[in-house]
């Protein structure tokens, strides 16, 4: 069943992303977060299941966490089992690489470590960030799970 949102609730959606966010959660956890309710998925079960994708996958700095959130959310959108056919597949993929080309655009990266501004890319102690003001004033990450978030819902929930 597909689901359609009004360009009010995407907003009410994007707004509700980056209030997760900003109360402590990875980008990941907020994009998913923000929309697992339509999916049927408990809160608490998305955001244990995204929660290993923040800081570019385990602060690897690898893909984006919000946009791994987004494109988790486009598995709960058009995914497929392994029994389901290769169209199907391919149909879901074919949504992820627009979904990332569009991140990518908008952004100029899906790479965590290049939207950061790091010169290695090489992961860093797993202990996550302490939350402060500064984190979030140096930090791009809150335009990032909103710009996710935004993409997600626009291409594949607007009315």
């Known amino acids: 069943m ?14 509700r992303g980056v209030e997760l966010f900003k109360s402590g959660y990875n980008c990941a956890q907020a994009v998913v977060g923000a929309f697992a309710d339509l999916y049927e998925v408990p809160q608490d079960l998305a955001l244990r299941m995204s929660a290993s994708f923040g800081g570019g996958m385990g602060r690897m700095r690898l893909t984006c966490g919000a946009a791994s959130g987004m494109f988790m959310l486009a ?77 997600f819902a626009e291409k594949v929930l607007k009315r």
């Open 2 to 15: 597909k689901k359609t949102l009004t360009a009010e609730e995407i907003e009410e959606r994007v707004a």
């Open 75 to 151: 598995g709960l959108e058009n995914g497929c089992s392994t029994t389901e056919s290769p169209e199907k597949r391919a149909e879901n993929y074919a949504l992820v690489q627009e979904l990332a080309a569009m991140f990518k655009e908008e952004n100029g990266s899906l790479t965590c470590a290049e939207l950061l501004g790091l010169r290695s890319g090489k992961a860093e102690v797993p202990v996550p960030s302490e939350r402060t003001k500064e984190y979030y004033k140096a930090r791009p990450c809150a335009m990032m799970v909103e710009s996710a978030c935004r993409i």
